[in-house]
């Protein structure tokens, strides 16, 4: 069937038109939000949100949908974290700390130490063993507030996550306490990956909500002497089989030159995943909707993918990009959507200048909506290492409002009455927009 | 005082870093919106309100802070309302109303009577009075979600709440049901003020939920005959003295020049007026604030100014308006904030275009944070009156994201918790550089 020939803006409008009016893409957000709750890698939830969206792409009537077999960790968070900020003058003070992802636990008794509070890696090393064998290395270096870019603002912070723990144990730290990586003041502990270095020492670490930080930051300065202890029953057990989701039309001049748009299925086990990243999984589906709801045929293959285990070890992307690679597929171009969906501010389209001014030209059809179209900030941790075999990829996303990102991100207040239908069918309209652009003209 | 020379682009930068970095703002708004909640005007709670933004802006130290003497209109809505829909087939079935500002009440036992369900005020006449005689009327015109901007989609339904009580009684109809305007569908029935004609009759007149507006009218389908019923127990009480609260700093070379910088401080009673529009009085105070913090000495008078009674009547923004011409003060510019506090997307500097041409030079300045300068939106209720003796007084205003605004708007769902910081903050300092800038180069 198909459309007849109609301009683009006409056809921009009535994408934006169609996800605006259509409530289904929302109502399976909800779905996912409400019973698939901590769906991090290797837990019963993920399975159940394979299952569903597997069987939402199917209720689309796509030309195939089907899974991938993606092997991957499995670490547990076990039973609520305790910790208790021990003053001689004030007492014991409960603060609200939350295990990072593949971290040890603590002894069953917990652990209990002094605190060593430092800014930053330098600050670490000026101390040296002598200062902190023994004790507990507490991170509290806030996420920068003064700049418009949130990302960057976590960008410089985050190694306190990734690396800290395992910079705290060269030095004899015994457990590691981080600030939150939140943009506000609150009492949700965040989360998300820490790594040890595979032959180095692996030490108990959480993240303490940013208002734990600043109460223990205080009393430290009265009290440096103070004891903290917390306790942790996480676990690393052994891998299981998963799945990346995927969907997909097929082309009817280039079936093997595939444009993917692709988010993460995984979601950290303490909220529900709502804009990180279900919003985005939702949204490609919506795209593949979109297309089925006007009869658009599309001239290249359009692939809908559900990644599983970004926050981990990404073994999704990788089981993915070697299937690519496998099947000789060329990939036209990878859309990765992982900033939230908030109002979308920008498309990112990362490629060499001429045909970055090609897809320029088709800035004019998203003006209506506030939508730019930018170089920088395409693709992402899950579409980049489809690159190997598809040197030439072009890496597109989507660039939301993100100021308020960062209240939500890996923590318990990521939930799906955060997400307004509004703002993520604008995300979902202009990625399908884009792609229907990037087929249309080819790249 | 004052700083050394700084260029600019420097200064932008500094007043959002001030934003960003300061809390009072925030914490401000939730003072506001806990301890006021339901301060439409004439409460006990606007009086509250008054008080408290009087005291906030005296803790600031400025060159002068007043009240102005504002008589209001005093509505209560009295015991919370109650509606059933009455069917035969699917028996009692309670659904969430609220009644119009300004609207009469219904007898102590309710009012029972069929539905006349239509879409626009030229159905109704085509209905004629013969089939609304001694009926309710029920408006069920969604807001428009296919574009962009939910104003307008607002503007094209909003007269079913303003004049449709009025239309429906002119051909006999007894009560009127208003479909809630709000993008969403949910549980949340919203308000606003419903207008009468002078002579014409008063009836009770409500809004209902999107969802009840949409269960309504599907039962409606099956049984035409079904019965409503409604209770409200509001009331028009005796005008009340009320204050607009003003705050300055005095310009160093023309005093009599002003610059003012407003939003209402009356808000709906079912809600905590947070986007709509505490949230626009706290970012009008904050603007001082970031001028008093970074030592800024005005060359014009800036103002800020929380009207009272934006809501019902615009009672303050006459007194304003008619003070300034008594006191023979010439308004350079008026700056109104009322589309709630989500991240500014634009400033609206609605002039001729010679200035306009001037204000355009900026438009670099804001670029690093997303912002465009637009010449359409300008001004607003509470600060247009003001030309009636400063005509070339340039209309300027906040444009944000407003994708999710009349899902808060005028209901109960408009909270503190809807509020970001970074977002409203970001507001803030967008309308402080935007002051800044036409203080010290004039317009």
Redesign the interface.
């Known amino acids: 069937m198909g459309l007849k020939a109609q301009d683009d803006k006409t056809m921009v409008a009535l994408m934006?038109?169609t996800a605006?009016?259509g409530?289904e893409a929302y109502e399976d957000l909800q779905w996912l939000c409400e019973n698939t709750k901590g769906r991090i890698s290797g837990t019963a939830q993920a399975a159940v949100a394979v299952d569903f969206t597997n069987q939402v792409l199917s209720d689309l009537s796509l030309d195939s949908v089907w899974r991938q077999e993606v092997w991957v960790k499995h670490w547990e968070r076990g039973a609520a974290e305790q910790a208790l900020i021990l003053s001689k003058s004030k007492g014991e003070i409960k603060v609200p700390v939350s295990a990072l992802g593949l971290s040890v636990s603590t002894d069953k008794d917990g652990l209990k130490a002094q605190i060593v509070e430092v800014q930053s890696f330098e600050e670490l090393k000026l101390l040296g063993r002598e200062k902190i064998q023994g004790k507990i290395v507490f991170f509290n270096r806030p996420m920068n507030?003064?700049?418009?870019d949130?990302f960057a603002a976590y960008g410089g912070a985050v190694n306190q996550r990734t690396q800290g723990p395992a910079e705290a144990a060269k030095y004899g730290a015994i457990g590691c306490l981080v600030r939150s990586l939140s943009?506000?003041?609150d009492d949700y502990p965040h989360t998300g990956v820490t790594r040890y270095e595979e032959d180095g020492p692996k030490i108990p670490a959480v993240m303490i909500s940013t208002n734990g930080s600043e109460l223990l930051s205080a009393l430290l300065k009265e009290e440096p002497e103070l004891m903290f202890w917390f306790k942790t029953s996480c676990e690393n057990l052994p891998e299981v089989l998963s799945y990346n989701v995927v969907g997909e039309l097929q082309g009817s001049e280039f079936p093997d030159e595939v444009v993917v748009v692709g988010s993460h299925l995984d979601a950290w086990d303490t909220g529900e995943g709502a804009h990180d990243n279900g919003g985005g999984c939702i949204q490609a589906i919506e795209v593949l909707r979109i297309f089925k709801k006007l009869g658009i045929v599309p001239r290249h293959t359009i692939r809908a993918v559900m990644f599983m285990d970004e926050e981990i070890a990404q073994r999704g992307a990788q089981v993915y990009a070697s299937e690519a690679e496998k099947n000789g597929e060329r990939h036209l171009a990878g859309f990765e959507s992982d900033r939230g969906v908030?109002?979308p501010?920008s498309l990112a389209v990362s490629t060499d200048q001429a045909r970055f001014s090609k897809v320029a030209l088709w800035q004019p059809l998203f003006e209506?909506?506030?939508i730019s179209i930018v170089k920088r900030g395409g693709g992402g941790a899950d579409v980049n290492p489809i690159r190997s075999s598809s040197p030439d990829m072009v890496l597109m996303g989507l660039i939301p409002?993100f100021?308020?990102y960062f209240?939500y991100h890996h923590s318990a207040n990521d939930t799906f009455d955060k997400v307004?239908?509004?703002?993520m069918q604008?995300g979902s309209a202009a990625t399908a927009a884009l792609i229907y652009l990037t087929d249309k003209y080819g790249l």
Do not use: C, I, K, V
Not at 420 to 423: A, G, K, P, Y
């Open positions: 934006f038109e605006w009016n409530r507030q003064s700049g418009f949130t943009s506000e003041l908030m109002t501010r209506p909506y506030g409002d100021q308020r209240r307004d239908r509004r703002e604008a």
